[in-house]
């Protein structure tokens, strides 16, 4: 059986060249590249995101990323977002004042946490539903957070004869959503590439719902 093909989506964010490293690691054929083509062939796409949610927006709209993520759902293909890449899939984000439009696959917004220390910087454990499919097999890890901005409630429920979104949570100050599992849309608030053995578990399972 040969590798699934996953494209790292490049627009520009930090950090990419670790989640190839990881994506590699768990079994993936991976290219580096926001060539459309290339986008829509794969057979999982990764978007990353570090720093400001409005500044990632930015840089994701110059090469019509969400263009690119809209596409690939709507025929039912992959996608895992990670961090700001995951911030970025809610409605709207909120930093400082300002309100930047998100992608809107979500309802809700992201907001600072209300947390004595900010940013949240570390390994933190997590709380995934019984039928995850991300955490199979990893459910009591813990993983490598880095931010200061979160989905602090969850607002989507089943619509029809969709099934719920799986969320999982974890806590920093507050509850916050640290990953989401919604029919081909995925995405962890924590980063899998800086989550050791754990976070290279749950690409690979990722990379098996390919």
Request: overall charge negative; aromatic content about 8%.
């Amino acid at each position: 059986m040969s590798a699934p093909t996953v494209v790292v989506l490049d627009y520009g964010t930090g950090n990419v060249h670790s989640a190839v490293k990881a994506l590699e690691v768990a079994g993936a054929r991976v290219e580096l590249t926001a060539d459309r083509d290339a986008v829509m062939a794969a057979d999982g796409l990764l978007v990353p995101g570090v720093g400001a949610f409005a500044a990632v927006m930015d840089a994701l709209n110059a090469v019509r990323g969400g263009e690119l993520i809209e596409r690939r759902l709507a025929g039912g293909r992959k996608v895992l977002g990670i961090c700001v890449g995951m911030q970025i899939l809610f409605e709207r984000g909120v930093e400082r004042g300002v309100e930047t439009e998100g992608l809107g696959e979500w309802p809700g917004a992201v907001e600072e946490l209300r947390a004595p220390v900010l940013p949240h910087m570390g390994w933190n454990a997590v709380s995934p539903p019984e039928d995850s499919a991300l955490f199979a097999g990893i459910r009591d890890e813990r993983f490598y957070f880095v931010h200061s901005y979160a989905a602090r409630s969850w607002e989507l429920d089943a619509i029809g004869a969709f099934a719920a979104p799986r969320v999982t949570w974890s806590e920093h100050g507050e509850p916050f959503v640290a990953a989401v599992e919604n029919g081909p849309l995925s995405a962890t608030q924590f980063h899998p590439e800086k989550s050791g053995e754990a976070g290279i578990r749950l690409l690979g399972n990722w990379l098996a719902t390919l």
